[in-house]
């Protein structure tokens, strides 16, 4: 597609289920990003893919998140047992190379609710 | 302290005013700077993408970046009802082997008055 695919747009469930997020980024980019926009607290780092391995993890607040990649495409987070505080909108972003400069695309990311 | 620090505002001009909107950070090491506009319910979206000291223009906005002061700016001129959103500005480390994940300012929300 022309640009990122993020979906669901929304999501809500109860606290304590698990919930799945997927990303589809731009066709040709290597590189994929997930961030949390919390209401007041901006856009946060959550990880990082290049190609389907995943340099940085350092974002990831705690060990019910996790994310993977497959075929260099799609990824998915998932978050096990949310909580409300999860609740937030999850963007992913994709940029086009490892190795030359160039910036981020974002999706309109998926808005969590939990309940 | 958070290392990118940005006014959330709101801030509301008349339409055709120059708007200036700004960051400051504290890490020295962020060498890439960019400007993104985020429509309610939309993803951000990339305004303006610079490198280094300097200006950069692209039609109504320019980009200032001066890492003497570690001060950044987005100057919109001639403002449209169009313009209103929330802007954010980002930062990034310099790269050792390719990209590296980005440092958001909080964002400030913008409203053009026609």
């Known amino acids: 597609g022309a640009g990122v695919s993020q979906s669901p747009s929304n999501k809500v469930t109860e606290k304590g289920k698990d919930v799945e997020l997927r990303c589809d980024p731009i066709s040709g980019h290597t590189a994929l990003y997930w961030y949390r926009q919390s209401l007041g607290q901006g856009l946060e780092f959550l990880i990082y893919?290049?190609?389907?391995?995943?340099?940085?993890k350092s974002g990831l607040p705690s060990d019910r998140f996790s994310a993977e990649r497959t075929g260099g495409s799609v990824s998915t987070l998932t978050i096990q047992r949310t909580q409300q505080e999860d609740s937030a909108v999850y963007l992913c972003?994709?940029?086009?190379?490892?190795?030359?400069?160039?910036?981020?695309?974002f999706g309109d990311g998926t808005r969590l609710s939990i309940l | 302290q958070k290392e990118v620090e940005q006014d959330p505002g709101p801030l509301s001009v008349p339409e055709g005013a120059i708007v200036s909107l700004n960051c400051t950070y504290s890490?020295?090491?962020?060498?890439?700077f960019m400007w993104y506009r985020q429509y309610s319910r939309k993803g951000p979206e990339l305004l303006m993408y610079t490198y280094s000291s300097g200006n950069k223009e692209d039609g109504r906005f320019t980009a200032q970046v001066d890492k003497s002061s570690k001060y950044i700016s987005l100057f919109i001129r001639d403002s449209q009802p169009s313009d209103s959103a929330t802007y954010l500005c980002a930062m990034e480390l310099r790269r050792c082997f390719g990209n590296e994940k980005l440092t958001f300012g909080t964002g400030t929300r913008l409203t053009i008055i026609p």
């Open positions: 890490n020295s090491a962020f060498q890439y």
């Open positions: 893919f290049q190609g389907n391995s995943a340099p940085d």
């Open positions: 972003a994709s940029s086009r190379d490892y190795y030359s400069t160039q910036p981020q695309h």
